[in-house]
């Protein structure tokens, strides 16, 4: 089934893609596999929302962002940016294109550049994309570095002069700096204290606000997720495995893996929170991954059909869609 409505509505909006990696053996370099980072996803992100990715290292998330910026090429599907689809365009012309996506990294201090200021970062890509005049570079700036909560006086400091939640608000201040429309933040406060994780998500919801930005949110942790989302797509080496509205997802879990993950978190939802259920084994390799539903084989449902048919994304509660044999 399409998940696909009201295209009007949607910045992204990502139809059946795939990303195979061909894995090649021999002094011939014969193509013997392929690793399927990402295989078969669809999703849309509705401008101004937030869309939380989530699942465990390895799932496909970041690969999918990758595809999104055509920092990789997709082995098949597309990916349509305000309606264009952005697969199929000219290398060059990706250049209009990136200057409304911008990517806030894990680790903001190898994102930055250790020679450059704050103010050199900040004002490189207002150089490349030929913007304002040299004062007016300047005044945004310093604009920036007040809206993420650093006094101005920084610009000229250099990256290893700040702590690891300061150089999160620089490497958020850059993506900033072209007003972009969609912003995709893979695992932005992953390495940054606990403390520090809750104002770095809190600065990105007021600029969400101010800016009427759209954010796709890389994470593996279900409780940031929580906080920022409002819609989630959960998934499960390399496909989509759930994707419905936050509070769906949280009070109403459907598929296994999003249950097992909630009951793994230690702060989500702990009210509605039943028993903890323990995954056997490691994610399988996505050079060989399980045949019918992938998650077979650390499953606690698990059933006959499951072993031999993929199960398909079906909407299963208005808004919420699960790939999972059980709700057929
Ligand atoms: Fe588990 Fe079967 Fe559902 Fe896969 S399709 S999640 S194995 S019940």
């Known amino acids: 089934m399409s998940i696909l409505k009201q295209q009007d509505e949607y910045i992204l909006e990502v139809e059946d893609v795939k990303k195979y990696f061909p894995i090649k053996k021999g002094v011939f370099s014969k193509q013997v596999g392929s690793v399927k980072a990402v295989d078969g996803v669809s999703f849309q992100v509705r401008k101004g929302e937030t869309l939380g990715i989530v699942g465990e290292s390895g799932c496909g998330k970041s690969t999918m962002a990758r595809l999104i910026l055509r920092l990789l090429d997709v082995t098949d599907g597309r990916i349509k940016l305000e309606g264009k689809d952005v697969t199929t365009l000219p290398k060059q012309d990706m250049r209009a294109i990136r200057r409304n996506i911008q990517m806030v990294f894990q680790d903001p201090y190898a994102s930055l ?7 050199r970062t900040l004002l490189e890509p207002m150089k490349v994309y030929d913007i304002g005049t040299k004062n007016e570079r300047r005044d945004k700036v310093s604009e920036l570095l007040n809206k993420v909560g650093l006094d101005p006086s920084y610009a000229k400091r250099h990256p290893h002069e700040f702590s690891g939640g300061q150089r999160q ?6 993506a900033l700096v072209l007003n972009p429309k969609l912003i995709i933040a893979d695992e932005p406060v992953s390495a940054l204290d606990i403390s520090v994780q809750a104002q770095v998500i809190n600065l990105m919801q007021d600029l969400q606000d101010q800016y009427n930005l759209t954010y796709m949110f890389i994470t593996h942790d279900l409780s940031v997720c929580e906080h920022i989302s409002d819609r989630v797509a959960v998934m499960y080496l390399g496909k ?3 994707l419905a509205s936050k509070d769906q997802l949280f009070s109403n879990p459907l598929h296994p893996y999003t249950l097992a993950l909630i009951s793994a978190a230690p702060e989500v939802n702990d009210a509605q929170k039943k028993e903890r259920i323990v995954l056997k084994g490691d994610v399988p390799s996505p050079a060989n991954p399980p045949k019918g539903c992938a998650f077979h084989t650390r499953c606690p449902s698990c059933m006959e059909i499951c072993k031999v048919e993929t199960p398909v994304l079906n909407e299963i509660e208005s808004g919420q869609y699960v790939a999972c044999h059980l709700y057929e």
Not at 113 to 119: A, D, G, K, L, M
Not at 169 to 174: C, K, L, Y
């Open 113 to 119: 550049n250790p020679r450059w200021t704050v103010e």
């Open 169 to 174: 608000r620089i490497g958020i201040a850059r």
């Open 240 to 242: 989509v495995v759930e």
